[in-house]
């Protein structure tokens, strides 16, 4: 089997030579801070429910590549200039969770899933694919592609010899990802040829689409020197092409005793443009807690030869809802905060309308199913992966009009928030941040109470850039303040989140 797997690679990586997106500009992008970026699920992106019960019966259409293209001028619409595409691959069938299978268990590295293809387009798999990447190109919209971190069942009863054994020759179930396996990278200095092969398959597939970028799922399994290996190969055929970790500051541990861990700032070091944050933490964090993880990021990027930079993951596919947390408020006061902090925006499809991802047949048995599983599962509160089901979106109009109004604002002031100083700004109330942004002589100020039961009134803020006949611009919130020496001085409703610029003088 393995012999037989490594010459078909050998066969593929000469005979098919990778042409990539020329054009391509994604890695400059992100690297300045002006990737405007959403994930989705192309198995939900454009489904067609019709008869509302939020599920993809027989005879409706789910998300595919053909379909989601009539959603790339919204995408546009609402200044999001890169779409993040979760896994593409085929599911696995055999101990899966839910009706479809998680687009994270993989059956295959290096085809293309058949529930995200048109079956009554002529079209084949791949060129269907590839026109919804040149559509987005069409639209300026870059696209990163995700690559799954570990293998579903199915790949190893066919491949074992890609996967970690335990000493019954068993494959290993990381943490409580129980419809996966853990893949058998070997180790620094000491790689799995096999493995690593199964991933350059990934990449020629990739940049034979055209897509601009992979985003990484749970890059610290894998170790340093396969990283270095990958991105080297890649960047071989595709100097911009961007690589984006899914690892985080906060991740201290691997999700197996099995597994390899490999942390944030090595696969910085290893060649990765990008990683996580722990901004989705915001929804338990004090002002303080947040202001000094908005510095260590900064400090850590200004720590490389290269330019690094990061997501702000306030809202991602694994996280819950903000509506469901801490209601309206917190998804705005988010979109303000994607708006004017010097990294890259990040949010997830729905997202922008308010949707709370409550579906009502969540893990109630189903009479069809293409896996062994036969019960809807998800996760309550977080965009399904599991099934095919609606659309995302809700219907919180203040939402989704602060979403326009907030990435525009990013757009059109582009320069300013990638390259503005950054200043922290004293409070005398331990829930109310503050922070100031400058450049060429021009100063934004936010201000945000994460209180989201309750207003917090006659807070001080203390800042340099104003004086007692300071007039601002009201960009976003209340316009209830007042200045002093050096000082603002204001109330906050529970949640508010203020954006306020310094006129001229």
Not at 474 to 493: R, S
């Amino acid at each position: 089997m393995k012999k037989f797997l490594l010459s078909a690679i050998a066969v593929l990586l000469i005979t098919n030579i990778c042409s990539a997106n020329e054009n391509n500009d994604l890695r400059t992008l992100f690297l300045s801070n002006n990737a405007r970026i959403c994930a989705i699920n192309l198995r939900t992106f454009n489904a067609d429910d019709a008869n509302g019960n939020q599920l993809i019966d027989e005879g409706e259409i789910g998300g595919n590549f053909l379909n989601a293209i009539d959603r790339l001028d919204e995408i546009k619409n609402l200044h999001i200039n890169t779409l993040h595409v979760l896994p593409i691959t085929p599911t696995g069938r055999l101990k899966a969770l839910g009706t479809a299978g998680s687009v994270y268990a993989a059956s295959d590295f290096w085809s293309i899933n058949p529930q995200l293809v048109d079956n009554n387009s002529e079209l084949s798999d791949f060129e269907q694919a590839k026109k919804f990447i040149d559509e987005c190109h069409a639209r300026n919209i870059r696209v990163i592609i995700d690559l799954p971190s570990c293998g579903a069942y199915d790949l190893f009863l066919t491949h074992p010899e890609l996967f970690i054994k335990d000493s019954r020759q068993c494959s290993i179930v990381p943490t409580d990802w129980t419809d996966v396996r853990l893949l058998n990278t070997g180790k620094n200095g000491k790689l799995n040829q096999d493995v690593l092969d199964a991933h350059k398959r990934f990449v020629d597939m990739v940049l034979k689409l055209g897509a601009d970028g992979i985003r990484a799922d749970v890059a610290t399994i894998k170790p340093y020197d396969f990283w270095v290996e990958i991105i080297k190969y890649t960047r071989s055929r595709d100097p911009q092409f961007l690589f984006l970790a899914e690892a985080s500051d906060s991740w201290r541990e691997p999700p197996s005793l099995y597994a390899e861990f490999t942390p944030y700032d090595k696969l910085l070091q290893a060649g990765f443009d990008g990683y996580y944050g722990s901004f989705f933490n915001l929804k338990e964090w004090s002002a303080e807690e947040f202001i000094n993880h908005i510095k260590f990021n900064l400090k850590l990027l200004n720590s490389y030869k290269e330019p690094k930079s990061v997501i702000l993951s306030f809202t991602t596919h694994d996280e819950v809802s903000p509506v469901i947390l801490h209601g309206e408020a917190f998804s705005i006061m988010i979109e303000w905060l994607q708006a004017t902090l010097p990294f890259n925006p990040y949010c997830i499809d729905g997202f922008f309308s308010g949707d709370d991802y409550i579906y009502p047949w969540a893990n109630s048995k189903a009479e069809k199913s293409e896996t062994d599983d036969y019960f809807y599962f998800v996760h309550r509160g977080k965009m399904d992966l599991f099934n095919f089901s609606r659309k995302p979106g809700g219907n919180n109009k203040n939402i989704l009009e602060n979403f326009k109004k907030a990435y525009e604002f990013r757009q059109n002031n582009a320069e300013f928030i990638a390259r503005g100083s950054f200043n922290a700004l004293n409070t005398d109330n331990e829930k109310v941040f503050a922070f100031s942004r400058t450049y060429k002589n021009e100063t934004i100020i936010v201000i945000g109470n994460l209180d989201f039961k309750n207003p917090q009134n006659k807070i001080t803020i203390k800042t340099p850039n104003v004086r007692k006949k300071t007039i601002f611009i009201i960009i976003n919130g209340n316009e209830n303040i007042k200045t002093g020496y050096k000082k603002i001085f204001t109330d906050l409703d529970s949640g508010e989140i203020k954006v306020i610029k310094i006129a001229n003088r």
